[in-house]
Structure formats: structure tokens, C-alpha cells
């Protein structure tokens, strides 16, 4: 969901102006349109390096062999399996799906090992039973309400191969560590968005017990605390870890600016320019606080072997 490019983003906030290609009967808070597609591949490879330190596949244990087969659901831009395909031989297969196929990447754009199609993950085909070694999941806070969390749940279970992983990665509106009040409005805001359209914003601190319930065993969870302020010690900050909490703090940021619409439209800021500049405000907030964070959370489980 995250990322954009400074000046993107400053004319975003400055103007409003978001092509925001989403109805108001989804419950699904993001447009789909051309700066969302640079914004997800923006903010796919940062969290591949904030969050997995640099790797795509981080599963324990999970080794993948030729002739088997890779699914990412919610694949928006199918970034993560296009980067994926330059690491892996044409004999694995790599499967990208998502209810939407405004952001999928041209056909003749990547490999022949890879397959792309309109797929609801509440709702996969038949033929796909016991066929994946591993499924790939990112941030589908903003798009699933409980009933559907299960029964995606339900279908990944089905469609994984005995001793299959899945790997998944979700945040949402609960952080642990306030900058102040100006973050507490915001963040209450989206929480109270998501719950307005029967989203679930705590799904981070649930799904782990949710993953168990469906019948994964060997369930991990890892949180990452990623800052959004330099804290008392910036002084001592090298010049990566500086710009790896800028990069942070323009993913949040960007992620309220693509979802602008959805706020003004559920009634939580009167208008665009209330909206601005309690998102500047916001940041500001950050610049000035001596330590502040977001949680992410990176879940692994296993398919029993029979």
C-alpha cells in the first residue's frame, strides 16, 4: 500500500488530485489506477527490504524444488513475482491473482513461467487443490471482513500442498507507539474507516489464532518495529538508516494520501483542507518526536504433511 515519490506526494496533498479508481460499494479503501501502480511497487520493494530483510521467500525450512509452484494472492502489480522470476528457473511456476486486473503488467513484460488471472481468494478454482508449495500474501487489511478472512483461510488451506507454506504480511491501524495526539486522530480515523466498511483493523493481533483455527500448524509471527522518527540518537544515524525511516514515513504518508476519497466520503474530515493538514500535521508530529514506530507483522505456517 505505501510508497511515493516526494514530489508526488507534496502535489497529491497540495491538490487532492488522485484518479481514484474504487466504488463505494468495495469495502476496498485503494484506487487502482497508474500512480498506485508505481505507489504498491514503491512500497513492495521496501518492505521487502525493511520487513524481510532483503528476501523475498523468508520461510523456515521451505526449500523450492523444479516443477513446483508459487501463488501470490492479491497480486496488484505482480512485483513481487516478476522480482521473483529473476530469481528462480523457468521450471517453477508463479501464479498471480487479484479481483482486479487494472494493475496486472503487460504480457510481454515477463516470463512464460508466469500466469496472472482474475481470482478472488475466497473463492479459487476447483482444479487448484493441494497444487501450491507456497502463497505469498501482503496487506489485505484494507479488504477483507472476518467471515472473508476465514474463508480465504479456508481456500488457501485447500489449494496448498500437503507440507506447503504460506507467508503473509499485514499492519493496520493499532500501533503501539504514538508520536501524539495529531498520529492518535489519523490512525483512530483509519480504524474507524475500516470498521465503518466491516474491515477487521486489528487483523495482525488475530490472524495468527485465525491461521491456527483453519488447521496450519507450525504458525509463526514476527513483528517489525519500523521507525518514523530518528529518535533521540539521530545524530549517530548513518546515512541508510536515515533515509530507511524517511522511506518509511513517505510509505504511511502515501498511503493516506491514495486513500483520501475514502475518508472525506465516510465523513471523518469535513473537507479536503482539514484533511491536509491533519496529515501534514501528522508528520510534522514525527519530525518533532523523540521515538515513534509502526508495527508490521510477518506470519509463516505450514499445511500438515497428511
Keep these: 500500500m ?3 515519490a516526494d514530489q508526488n506526494l507534496q502535489s497529491s496533498v497540495d491538490t487532492g488530485v488522485i484518479d481514484s479508481s474504487f466504488t463505494t460499494e468495495s469495502a476496498y479503501i485503494l484506487p ?49 513475482l516478476l ?3 529473476h530469481q528462480l528457473p523457468l521450471t517453477i511456476s508463479l501464479t498471480g491473482i487479484d479481483i482486479s486486473t487494472r494493475l496486472f503488467p503487460k504480457p510481454t513484460t515477463y516470463p512464460s513461467n508466469i500466469t496472472f488471472s482474475s481470482q478472488s481468494i475466497t473463492d479459487l478454482p476447483p ?22 478472512w476465514i474463508q480465504a483461510l479456508t481456500e488457501i488451506f485447500r489449494v496448498l500442498k500437503p507440507g506447503g507454506w504460506i507467508q503473509f504480511m499485514e ?32 487483523i495482525q493481533d488475530v490472524l495468527g489464532q485465525l491461521i491456527s483455527e483453519t488447521g496450519f500448524i507450525e504458525v509463526q509471527k514476527r513483528v517489525i518495529p519500523l521507525p518514523l522518527s530518528p529518535g533521540r540518537n539521530s545524530s549517530s544515524l548513518s546515512d541508510s538508516e536515515l533515509d530507511h525511516y ?18 472525506l466520503m465516510a465523513g471523518l474530515f469535513k473537507d479536503e483542507g482539514e484533511f491536509d493538514q491533519a496529515l501534514e500535521e501528522m508528520r510534522e508530529e514525527w519530525d518533532a ?4 514506530w509502526w508495527e508490521w507483522a510477518v506470519f509463516y505456517a505450514k499445511k500438515p504433511e497428511c
Design 83 to 85: 522480482d521473483l522470476a
Design 246 to 263: 524517511e522511506e518509511h514515513k513517505k510509505n504511511i504518508i502515501g498511503f493516506f494520501v491514495a486513500a483520501k476519497q475514502p475518508f
Design 127 to 148: 482444479s487448484w487443490s493441494n497444487r501450491f508449495t507456497l502463497i505469498n500474501q501482503r496487506l489485505l487489511t484494507g479488504a477483507l471482513s472476518k467471515p472473508q
Design 289 to 292: 518526536s523523540e521515538g515513534c
Design 32 to 80: 487502482s489506477d497508474e500512480p498506485e501502480r508505481q505507489r504498491l511497487n514503491e512500497q513492495s520493494r521496501f518492505m521487502t527490504k525493511a520487513v524481510f530483510g532483503g528476501r523475498l521467500i523468508s520461510v523456515p525450512s521451505l526449500t523450492i524444488s523444479p516443477g513446483d509452484e508459487i501463488l501470490e494472492s492479491a497480486t496488484g502489480t505482480g512485483i513481487w
Design 2 to 4: 505505501l510508497e511515493v
Design 171 to 202: 499492519t493496520g491501524p493499532t500501533p503501539n507507539a504514538y508520536s501524539g495526539a495529531k498520529m492518535k486522530r489519523m490512525v483512530d480515523s483509519w480504524a474507524s474507516l475500516y470498521r465503518a466498511r466491516g474491515l477487521v483493523p486489528e
